[in-house]
């Protein structure tokens, strides 16, 4: 048989390579159409739960000149020990501010970008799985629908739509572009590029978040599985790349020391290892029958609940079972095994004995595990296709149908996230809790239902202390004093040393000034002062508080305490200067006017320091700012009145005269501008 000639060869395989490149590209294409069909009503939804912190009261992604701060969030913030996915919330926030469609925006394209890796990595393993998948362009469909599956899937939409969770989505998508890059990095060409592509991306899946330290386990585990026939053959070949990877975990050592989970008092509620691993039995089953069919998906599954061996013991029995089968396989035929590695690998972190005392479960821990159901799924749906065409194609099919059904359910479910009443009710419809109630009373009190609320909170407070607090600031914002006062007083008794105490001793501060509870008033003040000396505002409501009980001196100890903090401080400058007014009428004088100089604008400020110039018999001055603060306050008849002052005390009756009626005719009943009137007449002989 003859040979093709040179040039034969060449336009064969010039005509082989579009085939390839198409067969590459449009797999990537419809995963990144696919997923922007299924989150394309995902744009709009509210800030949820962690958002409040990650977001609105994050101070360090609001100026993202200041790296440092950027990359150092603050202690027991959702991002701490997270720099890169606060990095990420600085961009947002510099983009767009708190506009939600930004932020949403970003999520969904990490999800894409975690799609397509793990496409380019599935492409990569199937062909070594001897699954009846053939080398060449069979491999790309199945890895395409696997990765399709997975991106459509409803068990991944929390991560998608609930912003703070980008932390599972790009430690998860900087994950698979590591295992990816590794394969990759077994290629003769370029492959130590892809190995510090790896290496990247490892060190950023742990910038992202903690679960990233299992990545060069799985790295390692692939190489067994599909590359090298023993352990170590992998390690004669790859040990230098396993290093790098492992320098990662020095990365996380130091992120760690501000987690929660090695700090002192890192979270508010504890929970034993022991009650939380029994927890976990139920959850996971309960994540695997979603996985294969996502119908009462769970935004937010409370807190670990007391449950016994027995009530756990099937569930675990099945997770035991299911991590043994897993063993077995990986023993005998490792392709298979490797996905159980990896469904339970990834899961452990968060599903194990590290106890997370604030939440049981949730669903976006699964969003790396999912990838290795659906891999496992259309193997073995593959698998049973075998090599005939048209059943390969009817699988397909059957593959795109079931994609279609899991894009609509997720186009249904991101539906309940533009709402924060709507997510919350479906919390409360499926598994509800403590946490469910408090977070739906804020919803509606967002909406005005202010009795709603109360009602949600009365149903959380047996069985959280924070809602107490809630609970606290909604009946002191009905008028019931003494509820909100009876449940500020348990809040404090019951969370002593909760990062929100002074918040709540501010506001039973409010409560109480409202019931007329002076002496408790003090108290809550001096506690809140004692709390956070620096704290400026408690020290002026203490003041504020001892200047109404008498305690003059007490007072401006105080305020002269808070000038030292804040200088310039336009509330403590006033009110010393009200304070020292009466003996010290230049010194308040000054004040006055240090405090217009930051606030031109303040009526009251302007309107004392009239006051004060009065005091000072200071006439000329008073004329000059009695004229302003009439532009300022055209209707406010001291304006007026105290220009009238100014002027009769300069020997200008008639003008003075025309002032205090101008004042009478604004308000006829100020006493003050009658008199006035009275006087000016009587020294101009009667004379109108």
């Given amino acids: 048989m003859s040979q093709p000639s040179p040039s034969r060869r060449t336009t064969r395989a010039a005509a082989a390579a579009p085939s390839r490149t198409v067969a590459t590209w449009l797999p990537a294409l419809l995963i990144v159409v696919t997923g922007l069909v299924t989150y394309a009503n995902a ?178 585990v692939w190489d067994r599985c599909f590359a090298f026939p023993t352990w170590s053959a992998a390690w004669t070949q790859r040990r230098h790349l396993y290093g790098m990877l492992l320098a990662s975990w020095l990365l996380f050592a130091f992120f760690a020391r501000e987690l929660p989970f090695f700090t ?114 259309v193997l073995a749906a593959w698998r049973l296709a075998g090599a005939q065409t048209s059943r390969r194609r009817t699988a397909v099919a059957v593959g795109g149908l ?8 997720t186009v249904a479910r991101n539906r309940d996230y533009q709402q924060a009443r709507a997510i919350w009710q479906t919390v409360l419809d499926r598994r509800p809790h403590a946490r469910a109630h408090e977070h739906m009373s804020m919803a509606l009190r967002d909406l005005g239902d202010i009795e709603g609320a109360i009602g949600h909170l009365r149903q959380a407070a047996p069985d959280s202390p924070n809602a107490r607090h809630a609970l606290g600031s909604a009946l002191l914002e009905r008028g019931d004093i003494a509820g909100a006062i009876e449940q500020f007083r348990t809040f404090i008794r019951l969370r002593p040393n909760t990062p929100h105490i002074i918040e709540a001793r501010l506001e039973y501060a409010q409560a ?66 009200l304070l020292l007014g009466p003996q010290q009428p230049a010194e308040a004088e000054r004040l006055l006017r240090q405090a217009l100089q930051v606030t031109p604008g303040d009526r009251g400020a302007r309107k004392q320091l009239l006051l004060a110039l009065v005091a000072r018999q200071r006439w000329s001055d008073l004329e000059i700012e009695a004229r302003r603060f009439m532009a300022m306050a055209p209707d406010d008849s001291d304006g007026p009145n105290l220009l009238g002052v100014a002027l009769a005390s300069q020997g200008r009756l008639p003008d003075a005269r025309v ?30």
């Fill in 43 to 220: 744009w709009h939804g509210p800030f949820l739960l962690d958002d409040q912190r990650t977001i609105i009261e994050n101070p360090s992604i609001r100026d993202l000149s200041q790296l440092g701060a950027v990359l150092h969030p603050p202690p027991q913030f959702p991002v701490t020990g997270r720099p890169l996915v606060n990095l990420s919330l600085a961009l947002n926030y510099a983009w767009g501010g708190y506009a939600v469609e930004g932020y949403h925006l970003w999520n969904i394209a990490v999800h894409l970008l975690a799609g397509l890796a793990l496409f380019g990595l599935l492409r990569r393993t199937f062909g070594r799985t001897g699954l009846a998948v053939t080398e060449g362009t069979a491999v790309v469909w199945p890895a395409a629908l696997a990765a399709l599956l997975w991106v459509a899937h409803p068990l991944n939409s929390e991560t998608v739509n609930y912003v703070t969770q980008r932390t599972e989505s790009m430690m998860a998508a900087a994950y698979l572009v590591a295992v990816y890059a590794a394969i990759r990095g077994l290629d003769g060409t370029r492959g130590n590029r892809w190995e510090i592509t790896a290496v990247v991306a490892a060190f950023a899946a742990v910038a992202s978040k903690e679960t990233a330290l299992t990545l060069p386990l799985m790295i390692v």
């Fill in 264 to 377: 002192e008092g890192g979270f508010e509620e504890t929970v034993s290892r022991w009650t939380y691993l029994l927890n976990q039995g139920p959850i996971i089953v309960g994540y695997l029958r979603m996985a294969l069919w996502p119908g009462g998906l769970i935004f937010d599954y409370g807190s670990p609940t007391v449950i016994t061996f027995g009530q756990a013991a099937p569930t675990v029995a099945l997770v035991v079972a299911l991590a043994a089968v897993t063993l077995g396989a990986l023993w005998r035929h490792r392709p298979l095994g490797f996905w159980g590695v990896w469904f339970f690998v990834t899961l452990a972190p968060a599903s194990s004995l590290i106890p997370i005392p604030t939440e049981v479960g949730a669903e976006r821990r699964m969003y790396l595990p999912l990838a290795s159901l659906v891999a496992l799924g």
């Fill in 402 to 409: 079931l994609i279609v059904v899991l894009g609509a359910t």
């Fill in 512 to 577: 109480l000034t409202q019931a007329g509870d002076v002496r408790g008033v003090i108290e809550q003040y001096r506690a809140v002062v004692q709390t956070d000396p620096a704290f400026v505002r408690g020290r002026l409501g203490l003041a504020i508080a001892l200047a109404g009980a008498g305690d003059r001196t007490g007072a401006i100890t105080e305020l002269r305490e808070a000038l030292r903090l804040q200088p310039n401080n336009p509330a403590t400058l006033v009110n010393l200067a």
């Fill in 659 to 688: 002032q205090f009626e101008s004042a009478l005719r604004l308000a006829p009943g100020n006493q003050q501008a009658q008199a006035n009137l009275a006087l000016a007449l009587r020294a101009l002989g009667g004379r109108r």
